[in-house]
């Protein structure tokens, strides 16, 4: 089994920051990539950015040079670092990590339940 937790949402104003934190754990034979999403009330889920196990980053058009996204392997953590929030970036987020069994070599990709981002004055 492989868990996916996320931390570190709450309320914000306006052009503040915040850092999201993912968490995974249990029977972890090998992550590959890890990354984060979004949903706002009545929207679909988009994805807000992406890292490989090389570190290569990616990121919406919404976010570039807002949102930085890093992983702690060590630590099998990933981060989101949110900063000049806006109202429009109001929604859950949700982190996934792309794992690979050590029992049928299968990726698989797990998700975290989410945590509640609010950016509001």
């Known amino acids: 089994q492989v868990h996916v937790v996320e931390s570190g949402g709450g309320l914000v104003q306006p052009g503040g920051s915040l850092r999201l934190s993912c968490a995974v754990s249990?029977?972890?034979?090998?992550?590959?990539?890890m990354g984060w999403s979004r949903q706002a009330p009545g929207k679909q889920r988009e994805l807000v950015a992406t890292?490989?196990?090389?570190?290569?980053?990616n990121y919406a058009d919404s976010v570039k040079g807002r949102f930085t996204i890093a992983r702690d392997n060590a630590k099998n953590t990933v981060y989101l670092q949110m900063n000049r929030l806006k109202p429009e970036d109001t929604a859950v987020y949700y982190c996934?990590?792309?794992?690979?069994?050590?029992?049928?070599?299968?990726?698989?990709?797990?998700w975290g339940q989410g945590t509640q981002v609010t950016v509001s004055s």
């Open positions: 249990g029977s972890i034979y090998r992550i590959y990539g």
């Open positions: 996934n990590a792309d794992h690979q069994s050590g029992t049928d070599g299968l990726i698989r990709r797990y």
């Open positions: 890292i490989t196990s090389s570190d290569s980053e």
